[in-house]
């Protein structure tokens, strides 16, 4: 009951009533040498370094869609295709993100990530036929500045300020049935084509063998890209919490609230009335993910750090038909020097 006291009297800042020397916030600073001492993996951005500190990372995320959705109600193949020519019926996003991180004064962390997407769509035409297209090669480079604003009482806050840069292709081509060298739709292109603005705030906090933290972020787009569109803008919350029972293992749980917007403006290559993924009013929506993860810290090799988190959604509304996410798997490596 003491602590549950003392925990709720740290969050709503009321440090000036405590000066016990027992209190566990008023006797330790917020550590990253813990496997908690990381968010999971999915989280990005999380955490700032020390001054003088590199980290490098490799994540590998596996999306999985399978399935159309317009609002929260499931539509079988032929129900689209009572609309469009063809439909999509799954489709697989996987990622391999390179990163690395660098603190030139302890206030300040530099962030950069080189994703790698390779993107596949599997359709079925209105005539009982079937094709998937493929794309893949580099994303959109991010490169982000994460501010620690608040480092006391066992808690940490920063802020960010990032941009996304648009390395990623916007004109992927594929054969269909109906032409060859087509180009792609909407969610099967590389990036956004457009720089983009990606604020966010991050909050963490330890108690002995306990940990939580929270995120909000967005992405907001500017202007418009080389084919007269501009993708919805982002907005992502999330809060978890985490037990390690010893230091070199933690296990969380997470829950992961997304919403983005339809696309404005259109690419004149693409025909919505073919097909759901070329209308760019049926690409916004929302969704409440819930996640598991382990992390596993090894501190004797370099500070390995091994994790990886399986994400499902409980909820999604989407501006559909469009494919509905199913799971969503992060798998990383991250090294401290
Ligand atoms: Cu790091």
Redesign the pocket.
């Known amino acids: 009951m003491k602590n549950i006291l003392v925990i709720f009297l740290a969050l709503f800042g009321a440090t000036t009533l405590c000066h016990a020397q027992a209190c566990y916030f008023c006797s330790h600073e917020w550590t990253s040498s813990r496997a908690d001492g990381h968010a999971p993996i999915g989280v990005m951005g999380d ?1 700032t ?1 020390q001054s003088g500190e590199w ?1 490098f990372s490799y994540r590998y995320i596996n999306m999985n869609m399978d399935g159309n959705r317009e609002g929260t109600s499931r539509l079988s193949p032929s129900e689209v295709l009572k609309d469009y020519m063809v439909t999509p019926t799954d489709m697989d996003m996987e990622m391999h993100m390179l990163g690395a ?1 660098t603190a030139p004064t302890d206030w300040l962390t530099l962030t950069f990530m080189l994703p790698f997407v390779d993107l596949s769509m599997n359709h079925q035409t209105r005539s009982g036929g079937r094709f998937k297209t493929e794309a893949s090669g580099l994303g959109d480079i991010r490169v982000n500045s994460l501010f620690r604003v608040f480092d006391q009482m066992s808690q940490r806050v920063h802020l960010s300020a990032g941009v996304s840069l648009p390395s990623g292709e916007i004109d992927e081509r594929d054969d269909t049935p109906t032409m060859s060298d087509a180009k792609l739709p909407y969610p099967m292109q590389l990036g956004s084509g457009t720089v983009d603005l990606l604020p966010g705030i991050t909050y963490l906090g330890q108690y002995e063998s306990f940990s939580w933290g929270g995120q909000a972020s967005g992405t907001l787009r500017l202007g418009e890209n080389d084919n007269d569109y501009t993708l919805g803008n982002r907005f992502d919350a999330t809060a978890w919490a985490a037990y390690q029972p010893v230091q070199e293992l933690s296990v969380s749980f997470r829950t992961l609230w997304q919403s983005w917007g339809d696309i404005d403006g259109s690419d004149p290559d693409l025909s919505p009335a073919l097909i759901s993924t070329a209308d760019p009013t049926k690409r916004g929506g929302e969704r409440l993910d819930l996640g598991v993860g382990i992390n596993l810290f090894l501190p004797s090799m370099k500070s390995l750090r091994l994790a990886v988190e399986y994400l499902f959604p409980v909820y999604q509304d989407l501006n559909g038909p469009q494919l509905e996410v199913d799971s969503t798997i992060v798998v990383g490596a ?1 090294m ?1 020097f």
């Open positions: 955490h370094h980290m991180m991250q401290t």
